[in-house]
T-cell receptor, first 114, second 114 residues
């Protein structure tokens, strides 16, 4: 099965500073990749997904952007962080486009914006 | 609209007793159904999924889930709860076919008392 790596594990950033969170995937090629945000330890919000290099779909308009410079690398960025960007960010990947494939999740990044 | 409902924010059960975490869904077509578990400050771990065939699906850590098409439900069960099962549980549905996204429920916190 796939292994999803994320770093950093935790991050404390001031308001207005830039952000870069990285996700890499092992164990599969050409995965579908996803960024989720989890606020207050409960519901998951899908932010972005990518079906291939350079292909990004945004689910909600916001202060964040995503990029996929390599097949197994997915980056979440911001030019200027807002307080509301605080949360737990999860990267996930699955093999191929079929809905029956399982999404596997990384360990997450805890972001605190002060 | 396609959706997943987890009607209980929290389920409390005594160690050794059976547990059930409920999930109902509303999607068109033949869905694929998933259960994930999340321990504090960790990513989601895949437990089990229903694709087709036998309505009773067995997964990791002794968990199982029963697919009921007429009731559009996919309840998670375990015959004998452990304190270590205490965690946040998410039900998710993929509407079927070639799709890139999972629809998640809001999560149910399972608390197993010793």
């Amino acid at each position: 099965s796939q292994t999803i790596h994320q770093w950093p594990a935790t991050l404390v950033q001031p308001v207005g500073s830039p952000l870069s969170l990285e996700c890499t995937v092992e164990g599969t090629s050409n995965p579908n990749l996803y960024w989720y945000r989890q606020a207050a330890g409960r519901g998951l919000q899908l932010l972005f997904y990518s079906v291939g290099i350079g292909q990004i779909s945004s689910e909600v308009p916001q202060n964040l952007s995503a990029s996929r410079p390599q097949d197994r690398q997915f980056i979440l960025s911001s030019k200027k962080l807002l307080l509301s960007d605080s949360g737990f960010y999860l990267c996930a990947g699955k093999r191929g486009a079929s809905g029956l494939e399982t999404q596997y999740f990384g360990p997450g990044t805890r972001l605190l914006v002060l | 609209a396609q959706s997943v409902a987890q009607p209980e924010d929290q389920v409390n059960v005594a160690e050794g007793n059976p547990l059930t975490v409920k999930c109902t869904y509303s999607v068109s077509g033949n869905p694929y159904l998933f259960w994930y578990v999340q321990y504090p400050n960790r990513g989601l771990q895949f437990l089990l999924k229903y694709i087709t065939g036998d309505n009773l699906v067995k997964g990791s850590y002794g968990f199982e889930a029963e697919f009921n098409k007429s009731q559009t439900s996919f309840h998670l069960k375990k015959p004998s709860a452990l304190v270590s099962d205490s965690a946040l549980y998410f039900c998710a549905v993929s509407p079927g076919g070639a799709t890139n996204k999972l629809i998640f429920g809001t999560g149910t916190l399972l608390a197993v008392q010793p």
